[in-house]
């Protein structure tokens, strides 16, 4: 089993439309990153949360960190073609970092 | 240039083939890594460098082989690869080794035939 499981795997939309992915976990984490991937690159960082109940807004992307820190969510509202990409989840625990297998958004003009 | 480069960005290469992969980062960090990610799993940290001392290595087979010679450059080397090697790998970089906010190169396309 993965220590992050991220849903749905696969989410295509239409332009305009809103979305959530997910981040779970059991485990309790001291830090959660969210990254974009797009085809042919690496990840990009989007934001890193630390406290629990925190809310991080990035233009149309929210991202919000669980209570008890164990899981997360990234809400993006009027989806674009250019938010297409793979939405990977990192998250931190007695110094070790692991990544989630990713959330492969597709947003149709 | 700036951030991380990653050369070559496609490798295609036999099973008996020595090769190796070059990261150079600009952004003034004193952590690299190198992850492999393979379809539909999630990014597996293979090394770990921390001011040029290797302080993770996960479990990685021999047959990958890496050297930091500074802060600013890491290589991967290859050899005798099998064709379940093939995947992208990515290398990375942060502040430093306790620095989870890390910058990724676009990474390079290996094929093992």
């Known amino acids: 089993t993965q220590l992050l499981e991220q849903s749905p795997q696969f989410l295509s939309i239409q332009e305009g439309e809103n979305l959530t992915v997910y981040c779970n976990s059991s485990?309790?984490?001291?830090?959660l990153q969210w990254y974009r991937q797009e085809p042919g690159e690496g990840p990009v960082l989007l934001v890193t949360v630390v406290t629990g109940g925190e809310v991080k807004k990035l233009k149309r992307l929210t991202f919000q960190f669980g209570d008890a820190r164990k899981d997360s969510s990234l809400h993006i509202t009027a989806a674009q073609p250019g938010d297409t990409g793979l939405y990977l989840c990192?998250?931190?625990?007695?110094?070790?970092?692991?990544f989630g297998a990713g959330t492969r958004l597709t947003v149709k003009p | 240039e700036t951030g991380v480069t990653q050369t070559p960005r496609h490798l295609v290469m036999g099973m008996t083939n020595k090769k190796s992969l070059k990261c150079e980062q600009h952004?003034?960090?004193?952590?690299m890594y190198w992850y492999k990610q393979s379809a539909k799993k999630p990014l597996e940290l293979m090394f770990v460098y921390s001011l040029e001392e290797r302080v993770e290595n996960n479990s990685v087979p021999s047959r990958f082989s890496p050297e930091c010679p500074n802060s600013s450059h890491l290589f991967l080397h290859l050899h005798t690869l099998q064709p379940e090697d093939s995947a992208l790998y990515l290398c990375a970089s942060s502040q430093d080794g306790r620095s989870y906010e890390q910058y990724f190169g676009p990474g390079t396309r290996l094929t093992v035939t």
């Open positions: 952004l003034g960090h004193n952590a």
């Open positions: 485990s309790v984490f001291s830090s």
């Open positions: 990192a998250g931190t625990r007695n110094n070790d970092m692991r």
